[in-house]
């Protein structure tokens, strides 16, 4: 089984840029399709961006488009979140979650049994 860990979190001020890091240990990373996921106060966990194991295909939500690019490394590992002209809206924890193989529905949260403890991203106005 894979376990999952996020790093590179912090505190931004907006307009700028954060890359987030999922490093996975256990199991064969590049058998796991991986989504980002965040869940601000108050709110649900809303899906932010996916890549299937072999990262030929991506998709992201409407709020991050064009602003939001995931990546992954499969020798190393790892999957980017990487995250430029942030806004106070983007403020949330950010989580990564991993499922084997193949994923029907990415943007649902139950698709996933794997998750990382997540990284919190806080931009100021």
């Known amino acids: 089984q894979v376990q999952l860990a996020e790093s590179g979190g912090g505190l931004v001020q907006a307009g700028g840029s954060l890359r987030l890091s999922c490093a996975a240990s256990?199991?064969?990373?590049?058998?796991?399709?991986v989504s980002w996921f965040r869940q601000a106060p108050g709110k649900e966990r809303e899906f932010v961006a996916t890549i299937t194991k072999s990262g030929d295909s991506i998709d992201s939500a409407d709020s991050v488009k064009g602003r939001f690019i995931i990546s992954r490394d499969n020798a190393k590992n790892t999957v980017y979140l990487e995250m430029n002209n942030l806004t106070p809206e983007d403020t949330a924890v950010y989580y990564c979650?991993?499922?084997?193989?193949?994923?029907?529905?990415?943007?649902?949260?139950?698709?996933?049994?794997?998750w990382g403890q997540g990284t919190q991203v806080t931009v100021s106005s």
């Open positions: 979650a991993a499922a084997y193989y193949y994923v029907r529905r990415p943007r649902v949260t139950n698709s996933y049994y794997f």
């Open positions: 256990g199991g064969t990373f590049g058998d796991y399709a």
